[in-house]
């Protein structure tokens, strides 16, 4: 593995992985944009996407693409290994993935306000 590749382990891809993280997790919530949280044991954090209300399927796509990028260039932002599941409300439109780092570093600064539900 390349060390700034992506690759599939690095992913969350069956619906009872989702289920765990939305469970279990908890939430660090943001205008528009919500992370949740789980620790996994693992070596290394695991990414979701959920993208909800985003009629458009280009619109979509881009806004995972750009979360992705983000991902693969900032894996440990959560400490310890986590699942993370990045859930997008519409009318979030990011340009770039330092604007996701802006957004994601402004969000974790701030998590005493974090509630787990």
Known sequence: MKP???PK???LR???E???VYNSGRRIRGDRLTI???PNGNE???LGISVHGVKRAVKRNRIKRIIREFFRLNRTFI???SDIVFAVRDGFTPDSPAEIRYLVDRMVS???EERRS
Do not use: D, F, H
Request: aromatic share 8%; proline share 8%.
């Open 4 to 6: 700034l590749s992506l």
């Open 9 to 11: 382990s690095s992913l």
């Open 14 to 16: 069956k619906p009872r």
């Open 18 to 20: 989702y289920r765990n």
């Open 36 to 38: 949740i949280y789980t």
């Open 44 to 46: 290394e954090s695991r």
């Open 79 to 81: 400490t310890p290994a």
């Open 110 to 112: 701030g998590k005493k």
